[in-house]
DNA sequence: TCAACTCTTCTACGGTTCGTAGAACAATGA
DNA sequence: TCATTGTTCTACGAACCGTAGAAGAGTTGA
């Protein structure tokens, strides 16, 4: 129960941009606004969505385990759970955890790093 | 357009397995029989489907750039396009490219690796 | 060449997920 | 208490997936 929609991911692009707790309706200005006045080709554009659609959108990611909200506070606020590189690391050893040969694919991805991640891996790993 | 349903992962699984071409009518058996004797737990139980069922299946995976066919034999035959760990290791990449802050991201993935596959990665990266 | 058979393509339906939002209900402030 | 603001419930349409029948096309034995 990994992928997200288009909208969940935008929303949660935004709860791990700016990573303070935020309200349905701060988070629907956002998307009103983000990536909207500059034409921006991959982005999200910027339609005045209703605030329920928002609201909808972050309980499905509360199901999921991405998001969690305060109740106490009035407005409710939410924030993403874990950081956006713990989640995108956790989804990669979901990818890499369903292979039988994990080592095998693990060269495979090696193989096809950019040399400076290169890099940074061999520091990461306690350069020999 | 990377994830797959639980019917079309089954099927891949099967390609990857026994590396050969294989055609509609061999995957409907091998999908009858695979995990069916032994009541095996997680398997994609035992049931008998249609040929076409499986034929669709094919075709959305074709589609999706996952598997080729021989249009020239007559009973078409199927294959994988690339390996499993290929494939594999082109999801961790598609995962990781998504991401804004790549290194990040590969800091927290090294940090949960088991220590055999950090010895792997070491020797990949490494022969320093 | 024709009939029987085999295989593929077309079409379709029900379930699930996601984008979208209205209607109704709850809380809060003046 | 009333108006405002926010939340929950419910719902609908699109897309994707499992599933498969009906119809069309190729293959082959007689």
Do not use: C
């Not at 959108?57 to 999921?64: F, N």
């Not at 690391?89 to 790093?113: K, N, T």
Request: no cysteine.
């Amino acid at each position: 129960m990994a992928s997200l929609g288009e909208l969940e991911r935008a929303v949660m692009d935004l709860l791990w941009a700016g990573h303070e707790a935020a309200t349905a309706n701060t988070l629907r200005d956002k998307l009103a606004t983000s990536t909207e006045a500059k034409g921006d080709a991959a982005g999200h554009e910027g339609k005045e969505l209703a605030v329920t659609t928002v609201l909808t959108v972050l309980s499905r990611l509360e199901k999921k385990g991405l998001v969690e909200r305060e109740r106490g506070t009035r407005p409710h606020r939410y924030q993403a759970v874990s950081s956006r590189e713990e989640h995108t690391a956790e989804l990669m050893h979901e990818v890499l955890g369903s292979a039988p040969d994990r080592e095998a694919v693990l060269a495979q991805f090696i193989g096809s790093v950019t040399e400076s991640e290169a890099e940074t891996l061999r520091k990461l790993l306690g350069h020999v």
